[in-house]
């Protein structure tokens, strides 16, 4: 029997002993008495109060207490003294126990009410997927649907329609919106070779791209399985609560027998009086608000994190995030775009890179790619070569337009001549960390191109963002001194540590772990062991599935901005968890002498009714404490031009 179908059984049949209550002082009985509340109480305790029952017994016999050992000896206590004072002639309490258990019900309900919510975003989040796609096999396009698709196949989205699976554009052009993945709200300009999500919804162009990632590995699947395991999961402190638990109730049934003894031995109370007394402490101290108080924060927060395009893998990752004092970036990838572009052209722009594009279009050097890339940006069309020749270490040669060129660095053009005024600049490029390639033609240098991998636009505000937070920040790279320590500048890094092997980097993080906690934030396959050795992994969701999987934390949109987002989501849930503890605590011990009967002298008495629903709103105060996650507000950003 579901817990809503238990709550509402005992809320039904504990309404007439409600009323009961309500009219006794106005000399207003209803029909049926003390064997209608008999009958009553026995259905709610057969079918409401069984649970509880079986849990206690469970735990009793592994030598554990657990909060349903609270609820269950209240009860029972409560309902087996009614039997017996029905039997003798004294008052009963059947209405205690029956009105006890549907508060504690209450509280249940509003618990699973929140975890059907959390669910609830992440079905809706799994729903989002393309139920079919448009897939060109041959000279047709048919449509299958989205789990017959298999990686490789090419398929098609016309405007308007969802694209199905993850992949990569291979012919058209066209914007859209990822806003349902990756929570960034205008539409993202696509053209070939760029990425798409599945489940994203496609704009006002038509594309044709090929599969690459279908199933369990598209994106969209692996978030819902990240979330799902993230709200599923417990926070270390969670073990806390368990121990506090195992010594808590004992200690609560040892205060309940010394409050009926005081008040029955010490204080000449009557049975019926001392034993209200004795149930109260009881019921009042309950634990629920103390189970509650870690995975409600949990499940809300790691859901905020989510639609903020922040996966938050476990628990263990909010307190990890707890205390970071360093973040430490891998530099290509991640304060980088990855991939070199040409950031300066010295000479006539057009004419030299229409020369070193004609060279550069039979060549493999990385290089050459940002070279046709410039040049396609601007329009240019390059002759095709004759004469073609690789000189290994220096650059290409050939024949373009009737006369010998060539591209390459300086050991090439040391056997041209090079004007004073371009080899004046070479100096000022490099010590801006970029490099330097050289077009000439006819035996002399006409121009100078300057390539470098450069700073994601977002970089800058992302390390100021975490230095407004107090931390200190760090790059580790492979790369040179000089190229480092340029990049680290042009976005406010604190320090640089280059020269850094693949192997080495996690020993690196090691070492700045002796001064603190450390993050590190990496997309690579090199940054997997880097990743793992740190207190807390944050991978870039555009970064290997190796790196992916060794980070704690993923961010979908690939936004270093976010990681202070990240830091500042996770410590603040965890916040909420210590607040959440802190308040489900302090609210049983003070409960405990309130309803022991400390201050009856001054009128205050809680009877047992009433610690159930101050029970249940303690429960309450907890979830509703989680649920403000859910306001928790993200520093608004400037869109920055890319």
Known sequence: MSIRTRFWVALVLSLPMLAQMVLMPLGVMLPGGDWLALGLTTVIMAVTAVPFWRSAWASFTK???????LVALGTAITYFYSLYAMATGRPVF??????????????????????????????????LQAKDAAVVRGDDVVRVPVDQIVVGERIRVRPGEKIAVDGVIVSGATSIDESMVTGESLPVEKTTGDRVIGATLNG?????????????????????????????????????????????????????????????????????TSLIFAV???????????GLATPTALMVGTGRAARAGILIKNGEVLEAANGIDTVVFDKTGTITNGTPVVTDVIGDEAAVLRLAAALEGASEHPLAAAILAKAKALDLSAPAPRDFAAVAGKGVTGTVDGAPAFVGNAKLAADYRVPADLAAQVAAL??????????????????????????????????????????KTVMLTGDNERVAAAVAASVGIDQVIADVLPQDKAAAVQRLQEHGKVAFVGDGINDAPALTVADLGIAMGSGTDIAIDAGG?????????????ALALSQKTFGRIKLNLFWAFIYNVLGIPVAAGVFSALGVVLSPELAGLAMAASSLSVVTSSLLLNRTRLAKRRRVAA
């Open 204 to 272: 006002t162009g038509t594309v044709d791209f090929t599969a690459d990632k279908v199933g369990e590995d598209t994106m969209l699947a692996q978030i819902v399985a990240m979330v799902k395991n993230a709200q599923n999961s417990r926070a270390p402190i969670q073990k806390l609560t368990d121990r506090v638990a195992d010594v808590f109730v004992p200690a609560v049934l040892i205060a309940a027998i010394a409050t009926f003894w005081l008040w029955f031995v010490l204080l000449g109370a009557g049975l019926a």
């Open 63 to 69: 030598h554990h207490a657990n909060m349903d050992t």
């Open 94 to 127: 059947f209405e205690t126990a029956a009105v006890v258990v549907t508060f504690i019900m209450l509280g249940q309900v509003f618990e699973e009410r929140m975890r059907d919510n959390a669910s609830s975003a992440v079905a809706k989040l799994a729903n």
């Open 280 to 290: 109260s402490v009881v019921v009042i101290a309950c634990p629920c608000a103390l």
């Open 430 to 471: 490099q010590d801006a960390a970029k490099t330097v390639v050289y077009v000439g033609q006819a035996g002399a240098v006409t121009g100078l191109i300057a390539i470098q991998d450069v700073a994601k636009p977002t970089s800058q505000a992302a390390i100021q963002a975490l230095h407004d937070r107090g931390l």
């Open 553 to 565: 934390i993923v961010l979908v949109k690939n936004d270093l901005r976010d990681v202070a987002t």
